[in-house]
């Protein structure tokens, strides 16, 4: 038995690994809905080329809380600034496509742009800061293994054909 001073551990350790696991699914699972509702909410700009880029900034990983950060500014200010040329660009492009009528479509297209793509912008960044926290607990709550490795050093039996001596994690 390992005595009071092992049982404190494992008290310690269970608790760390509980705290870990709700900061885990808590972050993880907010950080999925609002993901998710960034999605959507580009598809309603109905502007193809900024659904496929916040598909694409989605899809990129959230190492850190200072990787997240910037990659959220990034998307809130994609957003923003893909709301306001969208007022200007969208009707240019519906006049040089279909005239009068397309300046028409591309003014509606352009004025829910610019409600659409900044609320989009604004919930990425959210997502993509909840992840990091996400993968900085992870990091964080993991590095205990990772400091101190037992290293074992064990001598071989002989006439095996390798180096006298060989190394095990102790895993």
């Known amino acids: 038995f390992l005595g009071i001073a092992g049982f404190g551990r494992g008290v310690a350790r269970g608790s760390r690994d509980l705290l870990g696991k709700a900061v885990f699914s808590v972050f993880g699972t907010a950080g999925k809905m609002t993901g998710s509702l960034s999605k959507n909410l580009a598809m309603l700009s109905m502007d193809n080329d900024f659904v496929a880029e916040t598909q694409k900034s989605s899809r990129r990983k959230k190492e850190h809380i200072g990787h997240g950060l910037m990659q959220g500014a990034k998307n809130l200010g994609s957003g923003f600034f893909g709301g306001i040329t969208g007022l200007v660009m969208d009707p240019i492009k519906g006049a ?3 005239g009068a009528k397309g300046f028409f479509k591309g003014v509606g297209k352009g004025l ?3 409600v659409t793509k900044p609320t989009a912008g604004v919930v990425s960044a959210a997502s993509t800061t909840l992840h990091s ?11 205990e293994e990772k400091i101190n490795p037992v290293v074992r050093v064990r001598p071989l039996p002989p006439k095996s054909g390798k180096p006298d001596h060989w190394q095990d994690s102790g895993r």
């Open 96 to 98: 040089q496509k279909s």
């Open 112 to 114: 829910l742009g610019a």
């Open 133 to 143: 926290i996400e993968n900085t607990a992870k990091l964080v709550l993991n590095q």
